[in-house]
């Protein structure tokens, strides 16, 4: 008994006194993601990463608005999204204790107001990412003029985008029909020309022959 007693005294404590007190992880431990709203701008760059499907984005077609959702129940704790995100708005925490009586519990949500296109008023691009990109911008240009005509671009959704270079390749295609066609016209008569005027130099030809037999 007595030797018994030793043993557990010097192998001291091997259990932890969790849940009565925190149970600490390692520091590289990967636990629930968590949103910072306020740096989030809304890219959906973690969305398209996610390989489970956790983080969704879907925008409400009558008010606009745009959800970034996250549900804990298909998180695989990758970290993939926070490997992507360009302002660090989402990371892994070191919360793992994510049990909840609720399914719904296991949804965490986030909804940012969206700019509309200014030619066909859709909603497209959240403020915030309008306005990171503008920063950008304004910090890489230098011509005043330019960063207005990229604010142009910016404030024009990809289909109104598509639309307008098709107009201008229609354009640029009929434009070279024109030119083709007015190209094409004169030399069919520089053609003509040159025939008529090699008919007319056989007839002079013809002439100075006959002239040359007469004599
Ligand atoms: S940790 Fe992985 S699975 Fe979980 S939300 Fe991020 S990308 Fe998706
Ligand atoms: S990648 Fe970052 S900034 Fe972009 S939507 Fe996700 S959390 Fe927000």
Redesign the pocket.
């Known amino acids: 008994m007595f030797k018994l007693l030793k043993t557990v005294f010097k192998a001291g404590d091997v259990t932890t006194k969790y849940p009565f007190k925190p149970y600490e992880v390692d520091e590289d431990f990967r636990g629930k993601p968590e949103?910072n709203s306020d740096q989030?701008?809304?890219?959906?760059?973690?969305?398209m990463t996610c390989p489970a499907n956790a983080l969704t984005m879907r925008t409400d077609p009558v008010t606009g608005d745009r959800t970034?959702s996250l549900f804990l129940g298909r998180c695989i704790f990758c970290g993939r999204?926070e490997e992507?995100?360009?302002?660090k708005?989402?990371r892994l925490t070191q919360d793992f204790e994510l049990s909840v009586t609720n399914k719904q519990d296991l949804y965490q949500e986030t909804t940012f107001a969206t700019v509309t296109c200014q030619h066909c008023g859709q909603p497209f691009i959240s403020y915030k990412e309008l306005n990171y990109t503008i920063d950008l911008f304004k910090q890489t240009l230098d011509d005043p003029q330019l960063v207005k005509q990229k604010l142009e671009v910016l404030h024009t959704c990809p289909v109104c985008k598509r639309q307008g270079s098709l107009e201008k390749t229609a354009n640029m295609e009929s434009n070279m029909r024109m030119k083709l066609i007015d190209f094409k016209e004169p030399v069919r008569l520089n053609f003509k020309q040159m025939v008529e005027q090699r008919e007319e130099s056989a007839v002079q030809n013809s002439r100075v022959l006959a002239g040359g037999e007469r004599r």
Not at 40 to 47: D, E, H, M, R
Not at 84 to 87: A, I, K, L, R
């Open positions: 949103l989030c701008i809304v890219c959906a760059a973690c969305t970034w999204c992507v995100c360009p302002t708005a989402i």
